[in-house]
């Protein structure tokens, strides 16, 4: 039997540790997070979390691999998408390739900007 991507994302779920905005941000003065966004370029250019790094769910065991920035098993990563599912297969992809310290973000990046917490949205470029 086919299993679909949502019961994927709810296993995902449940082998990884989920933070909600709010504890996200209550945790920052504790944690120096390396915020990961992997949702695809065009989201990501539309707004993002400040600091966040851009590595779409489909190249991410890839460009982790070939980055020796990312070789730190035991580096705080915050990883968020759009809604929480993305984010939660590729923490549970991530805590499989070693790492110690993956939090996906509960709600994603929607629930982050409807607390209306800090977004960067690049400025559109003007050919005048």
């Given at each position: 039997?086919?299993?679909?991507?949502?019961?994927?994302?709810?296993?995902?779920?449940?082998?990884?540790?989920?933070?909600?905005?709010?504890?996200?941000?209550?945790?920052?003065?504790?944690?120096?997070?390396?915020?990961?966004?992997?949702?695809?370029?065009?989201?990501?250019?539309?707004?993002?979390?400040?600091?966040?790094v851009n590595v779409p769910r489909g190249?991410?065991?890839?460009?982790?691999?070939a980055n020796p920035a990312w070789q730190?098993?035991?580096?705080?990563?915050?990883?968020?998408?759009?809604?929480?599912?993305?984010?939660?297969?590729?923490?549970?992809?991530?805590?499989?390739?070693?790492?110690?310290?993956?939090?996906?973000?509960?709600?994603?990046?929607?629930?982050?900007?409807?607390?209306?917490?800090?977004?960067?949205?690049?400025?559109?470029v003007s050919f005048e």
């Open positions: 039997m086919l299993k679909s991507a949502h019961e994927l994302v709810m296993t995902a779920k449940q082998q990884v540790k989920e933070l909600a905005t709010n504890a996200v941000v209550a945790s920052m003065d504790d944690t120096s997070w390396t915020i990961l966004d992997v949702r695809e370029p065009d989201e990501f250019a539309a707004g993002h979390l400040p600091g966040a190249m991410l065991e890839f460009r982790l691999s730190n098993a035991a580096l705080p990563v915050l990883v968020y998408c759009k809604t929480g599912g993305r984010s939660a297969l590729a923490a549970a992809t991530m805590q499989a390739m070693g790492y110690e310290h993956v939090v996906s973000m509960a709600g994603g990046f929607d629930a982050w900007a409807a607390a209306s917490l800090p977004v960067v949205t690049p400025a559109p």
